[in-house]
């Protein structure tokens, strides 16, 4: 009988295959390399998060010291935000034309101007003046590190890679409380320069540390140097195959014929980002539409739902909840910027297990509950003659979990989704425009806070977050597909159709033919499959 089925084998031509040739195949190791790289070009992004940190507990002295105004501290609080506008709508450009690594060079040796201005700063104009180098350098920062983060990882780990940027804006907001909590013991007028200064010393490090960094293998597709795309590529892949793929869709992408193996080729002036902007605004496909709208309404969303309120006037927060010394509404801000970073690395772990849609809706909910509550807290104590101890305590736990929801979603898959949607050709001033929306978003919400409170009390505030935040929750559910798992030159066909089937999107490989039978088979009964 084996004898028989070994004939048979023989006949057919076909190899035996032992039990293991079925087992599912096992995930790639991440690759080093690539972490490597993604997590020295998010490390620009502690200068953002170092900066509003340390502005949360150093206005407090600037307010004392310079005998400034409300009106004053929101301007100077949130003033960062809107220079920073300057710097992400440069930095697109710029990145096109000098490439990715120079770019973040750039944006450091510019905080670094910034940051010795703002400690050196002897009134509020000379602080302003400080504000506004820091605020391009900033914005600079941010729109590259998810590009180039996005752009060298591969498609197995992107989402935890891409996530890096996000999480070390909260180590930086975390060294920003900590430092206001170390400098608050020197002398007033020192303390807060000290605090403002000492952002420049991670810019020199970071600046330095870049020049040993690969540069992004897309942009050098974009400029014709395919041989040293190859080699980048083959380093930051999970495998040679993969390498050869990635490399094959950015070819394609750049409009550069698929047999072409040269290591220098020319290409066409489209490919250098020539009418990029016509393309995005002016005439986009009904895809590209449709990416735009998502990363802009995701950036929008974001700082829409008080995030920077929550983060820069944190120690006025709790001074509302009952917390009165100095000292204690530090330390509480401390915590703050402590639930922060957890969750936000607990957030890296689940993008590329759980995907992004199931994380950023649960995340949305939770931070919908949240600023419902602490508005109810924070309105009873209002209202309340008498301390009300359950209220302060409440008050103070849904801060915490505000951030915690925040950090666990809606923080870091804004920078992950925006940088990994794009068309090649657009990514870079795609991504800037998103960064843009985010910064003037967070600008106005940051700079009006205070009279905000003041006119509608702080309860009522945190209501209008909250019913803000309701509203993205639709937004996200209904306009924002899943990408976990695709490649940045597949995301394109997720775009462009409203009325998507969103648990198939992943797996959705089927298309319908013509001449079949209206099911997705061919005229054999056959399943026709698709690359979109």
């Known amino acids: 009988m084996a004898d028989r089925k070994a004939e048979t084998n023989a006949i057919s031509g076909q190899p035996q295959k032992a039990i293991m040739d079925f087992d599912p195949p096992k995930k790639p190791k991440r690759n080093k390399y690539a972490f490597a790289c ?27 010291d310079l005998k400034i105004s409300d009106i004053q501290v929101e301007i100077l609080a949130g003033i960062l935000n809107l220079y920073s506008l300057i710097g992400s709508c440069a930095a697109g450009r ?11 060079v750039v944006s450091q040796a510019i905080f670094f101007a910034g940051a010795v201005l703002m400690g050196f700063a002897t009134n509020y104009t000379f602080l302003m003046v400080g504000r506004f180098v820091a605020g391009v350098g900033v914005g600079y920062a941010l729109m590259i590190a998810p590009v180039y983060t996005a752009e060298v990882s591969p498609a197995s780990s992107r989402g935890f890679l891409t996530s890096f940027p996000e999480v070390f804006i909260n180590g930086g907001i975390l060294l920003g409380y900590v430092s206001n909590y170390v400098f608050s013991k020197l002398p007033t007028h020192l303390g807060w320069r000290v605090m403002l200064g000492v952002g420049a010393v991670p810019s020199v490090i970071l600046a330095i540390v ?6 992004s293998p897309r942009w050098l597709v974009m400029q014709g140097r395919l041989g040293d795309a190859k080699t980048v590529l083959d380093k930051t892949s999970d495998s040679k195959e993969e390498a050869q793929i990635r490399l094959a869709d950015i070819k394609e992408a750049a409009g550069i014929p ?3 193996t040269d290591d220098i080729v020319q290409v066409s002036k489209r490919s250098h980002g020539e009418d990029v902007w016509k ?13 735009l709208i998502a990363a802009v309404g995701i950036h929008f969303f974001q700082q829409c739902s008080g995030i920077d309120s929550v983060v820069l006037y944190s120690p006025r927060i709790f001074e509302k909840a009952g917390i009165v010394s100095s000292n204690g509404k530090l330390l509480a801000t401390v915590a703050v910027g402590f639930v922060k970073t957890v969750f936000i690395l607990v957030a ?3 993008l590329d297990k759980i995907g992004r849609r199931p994380l950023l809706l649960s995340s949305v909910a939770g931070m919908i509950f949240s600023l419902a509550t602490l508005g109810f807290g924070l309105t009873v104590i209002d209202h309340s003659k008498h301390r009300v101890t359950w209220a302060v305590g409440l008050s103070i736990t849904m801060v915490m979990s505000f951030v915690a929801f925040f950090s666990i979603g809606m923080g870091p898959i804004t920078w992950v989704y925006s940088s990994e949607i794009f068309p090649l050709k657009l990514r870079a001033q795609g991504t800037s425009m998103g960064v843009a929306v985010n910064r003037l978003t967070s600008g106005v919400i940051s700079m009006s806070f205070i009279s905000l409170y ?14 803000v935040a309701l509203v993205s929750w639709f937004f996200f559910y209904f306009m924002l597909p899943e990408t976990q798992g695709r490649t940045l ?39 026709q499959l698709g690359s979109r």
């Not at 997590?39 to 600037?62: F, H, K, P, Q, R």
């Not at 710029?94 to 973040?104: A, E, H, K, Q, V």
């Not at 870049?210 to 540069?215: C, I, K, Q, R, T």
């Open 38 to 64: 993604a997590l020295l070009a998010s490390m620009t992004s502690v200068l953002l998060g170092y900066d509003i940190g340390v502005m949360s507990g150093a206005i407090i002295y600037i307010k004392d």
């Open 210 to 215: 870049v020049l040993w960094m690969p540069e």
């Open 94 to 104: 710029t990145s096109d034309w000098i490439g990715r690594r120079y770019t973040i």
């Open 489 to 527: 030159e597949d995301m394109e066909g997720l775009f462009g159709n409203f009325k998507w089937n969103f648990s198939k999107n992943k797996n959705k490989n089927i298309k319908e033919v013509s001449n079949g039978d209206g099911n997705g088979n061919g005229p054999n009964g056959q399943v």
């Open 279 to 291: 393309e995005l605004i002016v005439h986009p496909t009904p895809a590209v539409r449709h990416v």
């Open 258 to 260: 698929e047999d072409c």
């Open 454 to 467: 003041n006119g509608i009390t702080i309860g009522g505030a945190f209501f209008l977050y909250a019913g």
């Open 348 to 350: 890296t772990f689940l």
